[in-house]
């Protein structure tokens, strides 16, 4: 494996999440993120591996980072919507219906 190869980092941290194995697989995503910051796909990955993990804010900031980085990226508003619920945090989710990224940052730093 080339260690400067991003995507072969987020496809390690996939096989690792479908292994049951999320906490490795976060550290394989950060890996690949390392190299390129703004890897969407692996943002979302990422931020799947943090809920699995319960670690909800985490996961959040990375779906509204890859929100920020690709407004089309629709079919994540779903995903940050449950992030919010399991943070106990209904206003949150409330926010998704508007798919304004802009919303959250008095809320989260991403």
């Known amino acids: 494996m080339s260690p400067e190869d991003y995507t072969l980092w987020n496809k390690l941290g996939a096989t690792l999440a479908n292994s049951m194995r999320s906490d490795e697989a976060i550290d394989a995503y950060i890996q690949g993120l390392d190299i390129k910051p703004n890897y969407v796909r692996a943002l979302a990955n990422l931020a799947i591996s943090y809920s ?36 106990d945090r209904p206003d949150l989710a409330a926010r998704c219906d508007a798919c304004a990224v802009e919303a ?3 809320d989260f730093d991403f």
């Open 104 to 106: 959250f940052r008095p």
């Open 52 to 87: 699995n993990q319960e670690m909800y804010e985490e996961a959040a900031t990375c779906y509204l980072k890859a929100l920020s980085l690709n407004p089309d990226a629709t079919h994540l508003w779903s995903s940050l919507r449950v992030v919010c619920n399991c943070l």
